[in-house]
């Protein structure tokens, strides 16, 4: 599959979707989101795949939706475009395996939103972050206002988006809106280191962790505690929960096959 907006590598089992509108600093028009969405699906039918990374060409993550295409919409169609790439990004967020952003400058309205739907956030020193809408007198519409209370509290959050105060990566890290802020050169490389780190891991184990946490933590304790034995219990029928167990006692490491 062809793409104009993206651009889609696989090496190993990593996939890397590089957003590629380097001229509009990769600005998300619907055009974008589907050929996102349509990344999703090719994802999603190859089981060779265990890990996806997103990050930005030039020098943007994404600096938000595409203005210049909202500016005229009608309610309707605001309503449209909102439920479509809230949709894609909960896509993102709800993929088996772990899916880590590499924020290597601006990630701006629909850009931090892409950020935040991701389940590791790995940022450049000089990214920046930042959720604009007010300023342009609309909410953001692709979840950002669900996720970033969820990820920095209610009162950070309202802080950021009521002033549309833009934060550099090491801010971001202090407040927790990302998991490392990193100097910029070596931003791909900490990412890729990472995401070997989590495929020398057992892969059914680590889909089963996503799993446990996104679930559990949409609900009570009582029914997360429940998810969490669930899955648990099922690591026990796979190849992978032998093979692991056995390693440890064979003081070896461990050849997992995802089975």
Do not use: W
Not at 94 to 118: D, Q, R, S, T, W
């Amino acid at each position: 599959m062809e793409f104009k907006n993206i651009k889609f590598e696989v090496i190993g089992n990593i996939c890397t979707i590089t957003m590629s509108r380097p001229k509009a600093l990769n600005a998300l028009n619907r055009s974008a989101l589907e050929e996102l969405d349509q990344a999703l699906d090719l994802i999603g039918k190859d089981k060779n795949l265990h890990l996806l990374v997103i990050t930005g060409e030039g020098k943007a993550f994404v600096a938000g939706a595409d203005i210049v295409e909202m500016s005229d919409m009608t309610t309707a169609e605001a309503a449209s475009f909102s439920k479509f790439g809230a949709d894609v990004f909960r896509r993102i967020e709800k993929l088996e395996m772990p899916v880590i952003a590499a924020v290597n400058g601006f990630a701006l309205g629909g850009g931090c939103e892409l950020a935040m739907c991701c389940d590791i956030r790995v940022a450049s020193e000089k990214a920046k972050f930042g959720q604009p809408e007010t300023g342009l007198g609309i909410t953001p519409g692709f979840s950002g206002t669900q996720r970033l209370a969820r990820l920095v509290g209610p009162g950070k959050a309202k802080e950021l988006l009521f002033s549309c105060r833009v934060i550099d990566g090491r801010e971001a890290e202090r407040i927790g809106l990302v998991n490392q802020a990193v100097q910029h050169e070596v931003l791909m490389e900490t990412v890729y280191g990472l995401a070997q780190e989590i495929l020398g891991k057992g892969q059914i184990a680590v889909r089963y962790c996503k799993e446990a946490v996104n679930r559990g933590y949409e609900t009570d304790m009582d029914t997360a505690m429940d998810i969490e034995k669930n899955l648990f219990a099922l690591c026990f029928a796979t190849e992978d929960q032998k093979e692991g167990m056995t390693a440890f006692t064979e003081k070896r490491k461990a050849e997992f096959k995802t089975r």
